[in-house]
């Protein structure tokens, strides 16, 4: 199965953005899918997470102001961004994980918050 993340680009704090994570095979194999996050010098960290029966967590720094979601059909999950700030600049990475604990990445999408 392979991921493909897109939707990143340069917004004005306080914008929005939505990326998507398209996977090439059906995601209903996938115990949960999910964003991660990585800036510049630190370290990787999850963001916001979907099991397959549609409960969902997030990290504490983006809650209230992310959501993440799924479209079965689209074999898609997407991560909206609102109330964006600067802190949020970070390459976003999408990952799913099997029934059978395999897991997988997506390339990563470019996300800078800046005026």
């Known amino acids: 199965v392979q991921l493909q993340a897109s939707g990143g680009g340069l917004v004005l704090p306080g914008g929005s953005l939505r990326l998507s994570c398209a996977a090439s095979?059906?995601?209903?194999?996938?115990?949960?899918m999910a964003w991660y996050r990585q800036a510049p010098g630190k370290q990787r960290e999850l963001v916001a997470l979907?099991?397959?029966?549609?409960?969902?967590n997030y990290a504490d720094s983006v809650k209230g102001r992310f959501t993440i979601s799924r479209d079965n059909a689209k074999n898609t999950v997407y991560l909206q961004m609102n109330s964006l700030k600067p802190e949020d600049t970070a390459v976003y990475y999408c990952?799913?994980?099997?029934?059978?604990?395999?897991?997988?990445w997506g390339q990563g999408t470019k996300v800078t918050v800046s005026s």
């Open positions: 095979g059906s995601i209903f194999s996938f115990r949960f």
């Open positions: 979907i099991f397959s029966v549609g409960s969902t």
């Open positions: 990952n799913a994980k099997s029934i059978t604990m395999d897991e997988f």
